[in-house]
Each structure stands twice: as structure tokens, then as C-alpha cells.
């Protein structure tokens, strides 16, 4: 999440750009995806990491 404005944002990971965060979570399902926001709006800087589609495979 950029912390300036809330956005999500993607950074490459073989950048080495040495970037530090409050927290980082592992799994972009519907828990991980909602932990990354709340965090977020609580001003945390956060690092999501999923390989696969944000948000999971839920249907509801």
C-alpha cells in the first residue's frame, strides 16, 4: 500500500531497493488482503506478497 494515498502499488521484487515495512503478509486471500487494508488505514506501511490473484479464489 502506498501510505501517501492508500493505493496499492507493486514493487518488483528482484529490485533490491532495500524498502522496510511495519509489517509484511504473506497470502493475498480474503484474510491477508483484508489485514493489508486495515493496517493501512491505521497508517502501517505494508508489503503483501501473493503469487497468485489478490484476493484469493472466494466467491463470496
Known amino acids: 500500500m502506498n501510505r501517501s494515498n492508500g493505493e496499492p502499488s507493486v514493487a518488483d521484487a ?3 531497493s532495500g524498502n522496510k515495512f511495519d509489517l509484511v503478509i504473506l497470502g493475498g486471500g480474503s484474510g491477508g488482503y483484508a489485514c ?3 493496517a493501512a ?3 502501517m506501511s505494508v508489503a503483501l506478497v ?3 490473484k489478490v484476493g484469493g479464489t472466494c466467491l463470496h
Request: hydrophobic share 25%; aromatic share 0%; proline share 0%.
Open 50 to 52: 501473493e503469487k497468485d
Open 41 to 43: 488505514e491505521l497508517g
Open 36 to 38: 493489508a487494508l486495515r
Open 14 to 16: 528482484d529490485s533490491g
